[in-house]
């Protein structure tokens, strides 16, 4: 008599077979569909627990918190009285660092961060942060200690020329200023001094002339006509603009362009230099339309082929 051939070797049969063992008991029955797959469900996954998720969601705040810190927005704390009272000491801004990628400059009346031009913070005193204050300045929810950077508002562009005499008003571009809406209250638009108060400069291309609003209590491009940018600050140091005041939160409030920036006859003088600001923006949206009409009509075309009906995804 032949062997009896193991159960476990039989071949799978189809739905209205059974493989059976020597004494005819039914030993394994996998049933499949008309079509022969196997109709056991598959096994579900074990969900995995949060505390092993918890380091990936980590992970990739602290990713996005970077890109949002290098190419969109980063706070930063204002540390004197130099720009009250427009900001206090103590204020937290959120500064605009997307515009200068699409070519954008800083304009007249804008309030901008910058890096230290050369040396304007000598003899100011650093803080040294702990471990878990470099950590948050390294992902940009806290300012860097380390990169000496510095705020005030844009009085100058490439073209201008920027005058002071007496106590004021700020001449641009042989057009008064008026700055009652920011200067500090009890503060001359100009200081009648002999170590920079009194001016009369031409900004060259590619820099921009600062001021404080706390004109009395401000050391910026006036007092620094001696070091190598003679007081200018290169465009390339800009940081961005800050936008909005953003801590405490009773003090919340945008940053407005002051209105006497816009008076007729301003731009006379550095008319390329604010061509020169608005043009990549036209040249972005001259790039930008060809692309929408392409897309539109390559999803016309798959709508009449497929009958389907297709949703633009993040078009809101």
Aim: aromatic share 6%.
């Amino acid at each position: 008599m032949d062997a009896a051939v193991p159960a476990a070797h039989h071949a799978v049969t189809s739905g209205s077979e059974s493989e059976t063992a020597e004494d005819g008991r039914v030993t394994e029955h996998n049933q499949t569909d008309e079509h022969g797959t196997d109709e056991t469900p598959p096994a579900e996954k074990k969900p995995r627990s949060f505390w092993k998720e918890l380091p990936i969601l980590i992970g990739i705040a602290l990713v996005l918190a970077l890109l949002i810190k290098t190419f969109l927005v980063q706070a930063f704390s204002i540390p004197s009285d130099s720009m009250q009272d427009t900001l206090q000491r103590g204020d937290r801004v959120l500064v605009d660092k997307l515009t200068p990628w699409f070519g954008s400059e800083p304009d007249r009346g804008e309030v901008v961060v910058f890096h230290d031009p050369d040396d304007w913070l000598a003899g100011e005193p650093t803080a040294k942060p702990n471990a878990v204050q470099t950590v948050l300045s390294w992902i940009g929810l806290m300012p860097s200690a380390e990169e000496k950077d510095l705020i005030k508002r844009v009085v100058g562009v490439g073209g201008d020329t920027v005058e002071c005499r007496g106590t004021g008003p700020l001449m641009v571009n042989g057009k008064a200023l008026d700055e009652r809406s920011y200067v500090y209250p009890g503060n001359t638009p100009c200081s009648n001094d002999d170590q920079g108060g009194q001016f009369r400069v031409t900004v060259p291309p590619g820099y921009i002339w600062v001021m404080g609003d706390h004109r009395q209590n401000s050391r910026d491009s006036r007092y620094n006509q001696t070091d190598v940018h003679h007081g200018m600050v290169p465009v390339k140091d800009v940081v961005g603009r800050a936008i909005v005041r953003a801590w405490p939160v009773n003090r919340w409030g945008t940053l407005p362009v002051p209105d006497t920036f816009d008076q007729p006859g301003l731009n006379q003088q550095s008319s390329t230099a604010g061509a020169l600001t608005v043009a990549p923006s036209g040249v972005a949206l001259s790039a930008a339309v060809p692309l929408v009409v392409w897309r539109r009509r390559r999803t016309s075309k798959a709508e009449s082929v497929t009958g389907d009906t297709v949703t633009a995804t993040g078009s809101r």
